[in-house]
């Protein structure tokens, strides 16, 4: 340090740095932040370890990352959030449907624009300040710059190369996504800055060049993945978990713009702060009115946890209709303010921490299982780690592997359960349900549509599943049911198999207690007294859901009927257990 050119101060705060001078702590004032967190960690010694671990164990997640990404549901699911957030943190557009629907309309005409080759005037801006052409660029070497300088001159003729040629669109257009929101802040903030500065009486050149380079950080600030810290352990799970350093970054962004009032345009710290949290309180209220609306929806309530927590439903014409959250706004202004509306509506303290924990473990990223092993050790767990639910439904755990599977599962995976033999280590126990798991635990929706494809050439005489190839409902199509789902939901039927399992388990340990220690097996019937009260009951359910199996079995198998006809006697079998199960999340409540 330049003694003559740092200046001390007696306290902490975050425009300084700490150092120890013979052994007492001094603190320093950061001139330029940007540039010590840029510095910060270069002259750190490697641990080439750890780094092999970190390379090897960050293949998978690189490869999720990839293979998510470049996908048209996340895509459009992305550019909603961003637009959403942008909305909150800037003010973007007058209201957030005119913030989303702005965004897709670049995102569409930006991507054919990038296709004949042609940028918009702002992304060409972006890129003099560096804000883009970082990450999209990272794998142009010059052996594939020449690939695809190749490509271009000789054009795409067998089908390999018309799919790779559409592997490489879906990234440009993820990038484009990636981009769209970016383009807006940069154009929002340009013209607040210009003006500014124009009334402060620079040149027309001087304003445009502060106000771009203002504008570039404010674009570059929504998600900045330059700043990344030096702590190993840190950088080995930022690695190795997909999307967590963006959910890091998103936090830190938010907490800056909501608390601080940092990083938006160049208003006021307090007028920023509290324009965001108006902003944010029209969200809040509006997820208000949506949560008091939605407490009695049936179609509301059939869907699972993850699809509720994840989204704001929409129920028209019985189709629910999905648009995905921003992450860390949407806890603060979607996540609390619904679940503070229906605990006044009387919903249980349970439900509330059940929300707060996927939140906490789904939302904001803080599994910290890395993806090389987590679909391995959903597989022998039996739990799907985001929807939290058993992967084999209760009622068939009991089967022989082969036979676990369902009207979802793929034909692929039944092929790969047959081909594995049971000598192998662990191969009793790989089943059709858990090898779906598995491959869409390590390819994301990637492998959902390439199961969808793989189908659809399997299901044939050849291979022995034409039987069972029923229609699908629109709804459960790859890309459509990701924003659109059925009415009917599984969460009837999820309550009423935790009631079972519990009642299972509740009726295996008295049984045993009776045996060891009768006193205190009467000790334990009182405990769970309100569970048994229901045995009778779910039992009787259980014997009306057997009978609609097999029907709906026979339905499946049918060589009489044409798909049409059993996708609607189906409908009407299951349209008969939501109803039949239709009080059961209320009695798991009353359990607990």
């Known amino acids: 340090l330049d003694p003559e050119n740092t200046h001390k101060q007696d306290w902490p705060d975050a425009m300084t740095t700490t150092v120890r001078e013979e052994g007492v702590e001094v603190h320093y004032k950061i001139a330029d932040p940007m540039m010590h967190d840029t510095l910060v960690g270069v002259f750190e010694g490697v641990n080439p370890a750890l780094d092999k671990i970190t390379s090897w164990m960050g293949g998978p997640a690189k ?266 706004a949407g806890i603060v202004f979607k996540t609390i303010p619904e679940h503070a509306v229906r605990l006044l509506m009387g919903e249980s303290s349970d439900e509330l921490m059940e929300a707060v924990g996927h939140a906490a473990m789904q939302t904001l990223q803080f599994n910290l299982l890395p993806q090389a092993v987590k679909p391995m050790v959903e597989g022998a767990t039996g739990v799907n780690f985001f929807t939290g639910q058993s992967i084999v439904p209760y009622y068939q755990q009991n089967l022989k592997p082969e036979l676990q599977y369902g009207d979802k599962t793929s034909a692929v995976a039944r092929l790969v359960e047959k081909a594995v033999p049971d000598w192998l280590p662990g191969g009793e126990s790989v089943t059709p349900y858990i090898v779906d798991n598995t491959l869409r635990g390590y390819f994301g929706s990637a492998a959902t549509y390439a199961l969808a494809a793989s189908d659809a050439i399997l299901h044939n005489p050849m291979f022995g599943f034409t039987s069972e190839n029923t229609d699908k409902m629109l709804v459960e199509r790859p890309l459509v049911r990701r924003f659109f789902k059925d009415g009917i939901g599984p969460a009837n039927e999820q309550a009423y198999w935790s009631l079972v399992k519990e009642l299972d388990g509740v009726t295996a340990s008295l049984r045993v207690l009776s045996k060891q220690d009768p006193k205190k097996a009467i000790e334990y019937r009182k405990s769970n007294q309100e569970i048994m009260e229901l045995a009778s009951v779910i039992r009787e359910t259980g014997k009306m859901m057997s009978q609609l199996r097999d029907l709906d079995t026979q339905i499946k198998n049918s060589q009489t009927m044409t798909g049409a006809q059993k996708q609607s006697s189906r409908r009407v079998i299951k349209e008969r257990k939501a109803k039949l199960l239709s009080l059961y999340p209320e009695l798991k409540r009353r359990v607990g």
């Open 63 to 328: 490869l999720l990352r990839e293979m998510v990404t470049r996908m048209p549901d996340f895509i459009i699911a992305n550019t909603t959030r961003d637009a959403i957030v942008t909305w909150i943190n800037h003010g973007t557009s007058k209201t957030p449907i005119n913030a989303v629907s702005n965004s897709m309309h670049r995102l569409i005409a930006d991507t054919l624009e990038r296709s004949h080759g042609r940028l918009s005037k702002t992304h060409k801006d972006l890129k003099r300040t560096a804000v883009l052409g970082g990450i999209e660029n990272k794998d142009f070497t010059s052996e594939n710059i020449t690939k695809s300088t190749v490509k271009e001159i000789m054009g795409e003729k067998d089908v390999s190369k018309l799919l790779t040629r559409a592997w490489d669109f879906m990234g440009e257009m993820s990038n484009t996504g990636e981009g769209v929101a970016r383009e807006r802040v940069f154009e929002k903030t340009f013209e607040e800055a210009y003006e500014s500065l124009r009334g402060q009486g620079l040149s027309v050149k001087e304003a445009e060049q502060h106000a771009m380079g203002e504008a570039g950080f404010q674009a570059k600030e929504i998600l900045n993945f330059s700043r990344r810290g030096a702590n190993p352990f840190l950088k080995f799970l930022t690695a190795t978990i997909p999307f967590l350093n963006a959910r890091i970054q998103g936090l830190d962004v938010f907490a800056r713009n909501a608390l601080s009032g940092t990083n938006i345009h160049r208003a006021d710290s307090k007028v920023a702060r509290a324009a965001l949290w108006k902003r944010g309180a029209y969200i809040a209220g509006m997820t208000a009115i949506y949560a008091a609306i939605n407490w009695d929806d049936e179609e509301y309530k059939s869907q699972s946890m993850h699809v509720r927590e994840g989204n704001w439903l929409f129920t028209p014409f019985g189709w629910v209709i999905a648009v995905p959250i921003p992450f860390e």
